[in-house]
Nanobody, 119 residues
Framework: VEVVESGGGTVQAGGSLRLSCSAS????????MAWYRQAPGKQRELVAD???????EYGDSVKGRFTISRDNAKNEVYLQMNSLQPEDTATYYC??????????????WGQGTQVTVSS
């Protein structure tokens, strides 16, 4: 599966950015799409994920500020990030996968897009 992100950049604290991601290949008709982020010296963490039905899950640090959505017809997922803070600075990764009998299948990651929030 191929995953490609776009939309990162630099913004001042309190500003907004929108990330986009497209997926193609095996299993996308039943995939979960997710955004993760990794800051220097920290572990990669889940930001948000969304299944095809539209059910979403968010990391505690972004609840109420970030919104994940998807367009199943285009196999795209979006992350609207509002009220950005310097601690949101990280490389953001998009992931596409599905679960089959308890095992992760067609696990694809994007190359990452940098988000920098200045104070």
């Amino acid at each position: 599966v191929e995953v490609v992100e776009s939309g990162g950049g630099t913004v001042q604290a309190g500003g907004s950015l929108r990330l986009s991601c497209s997926a193609s290949g095996s299993g996308i008709e039943r995939n979960v799409m997710a955004w993760y982020r990794q800051a220097p010296g920290k572990q990669r963490e889940l930001v948000a994920d969304i299944v095809r039905s539209g059910r979403t899950e968010y990391g505690d640090s972004v609840k109420g500020r970030f919104t994940i959505s998807r367009d199943n017809a285009k196999n795209e997922v979006y992350l609207q990030m509002n009220s950005l803070q310097p601690e949101d600075t990280a490389t953001y990764y998009c992931r596409s996968y599905y679960i089959l009998r308890g095992s992760v299948q067609s696990n694809g990651w994007g190359q990452g897009t940098q988000v920098t929030v200045s104070s």
